[in-house]
Each structure stands twice: as structure tokens, then as C-alpha cells.
């Protein structure tokens, strides 16, 4: 496979994503994470990642996806996953990741996506973490407003 990806990565994507997926087993899922992720194929990543995503309960693996969808521009799933992601929140307050996670749509500029964010954290009880981190980072109290 990554042959295949150093060869031609567009061109034999879909091969090497059909593949990482009926192998995945034998070489194991984080291999193939691993593999994208050295070619930093976050398209094949997010392919991959979206077969196991309904039946995971790894946070690594939610996470990973979402952060796939976001770097492809796939807002849509990236917004339906961050709704729907018990894993991912869990992951989140376990590590305290709700502040990287703020920052990295503020720095990306997806202030949209920040509201959606709060929501989320307000609904498990952290909004003073998220509200924290907008009023640590962002220029402008209106802003924040």
C-alpha cells in the first residue's frame, strides 16, 4: 500500500482505502491510521475512518475523523459527528481537549463552528472551560460577545 500511495497518492486512493479497509484486521487499525497520516492523506483518512466510526467506541478514532473531515472541508459530517460523538467528548474532558479544540476552530477562523462547539460543552457542563478559552483567545470582548 504505500507503494501505491508513493507512486500515485490520488490517483490509487480509493484502491488503498478499499484495501486498508478488508485488511484492517490483520494489520491493524492503527497502522493504517498511521499510513494516511505519514502521507497526510486526510481524505484517505477520513474514508477509512468513516467505516469503523459508527461502531467505535475509541475516542482516537472519532477524533481522528473529525479532524479529517475538518481539513478536507467536509463541515457538514464535521458537524453531525461533533453532535453525535459521545466518544469524542468523553476523550475530550478526559484529556482536557475542549481548549484545543476551541482554538484550533478559532484559529482556523470557523467562528461558526464555535457556537456549535459551546453548545456541545454546555450541554455535558463544561461551558465555563469553553467560555475561558474564547475569552483567553479571542482580540476582541465583542467578539466573544
Known amino acids: 500500500m504505500k507503494d501505491l500511495l508513493l507512486v500515485n497518492l490520488r490517483g490509487n486512493l480509493q ?12 494489520l491493524g487499525i492503527d497502522a493504517c491510521i498511521r499510513l494516511f497520516e505519514q502521507f497526510k492523506s486526510y481524505e484517505g483518512l477520513y474514508f477509512f475512518l468513516g467505516s469503523y466510526l459508527s461502531s467505535s467506541e475509541d475516542p482516537d478514532i472519532h477524533y481522528k475523523y473529525i479532524e479529517a473531515a475538518v481539513k478536507t472541508g467536509q463541515i457538514k459530517e464535521f458537524e453531525h459527528v461533533t ?23 478559532y484559529t482556523k477562523n470557523m ?3 464555535i457556537e456549535e462547539a459551546f453548545a456541545i460543552f454546555k450541554k455535558f457542563n463544561l461551558n465555563v472551560q469553553a467560555v475561558n478559552v474564547l475569552l483567553d483567545n479571542l482580540r476582541s470582548i465583542e467578539r466573544a460577545l
Open 15 to 26: 484502491i488503498i482505502v478499499l484495501a486498508a479497509k478488508e485488511y484492517s484486521e490483520q
Open 83 to 105: 453532535r453525535e460523538s459521545r466518544p469524542l467528548i468523553n476523550d475530550c474532558d478526559r484529556f482536557v481537549l475542549f481548549p484545543d479544540l476551541i482554538l484550533y476552530l
Open 111 to 113: 467562528l461558526q463552528y
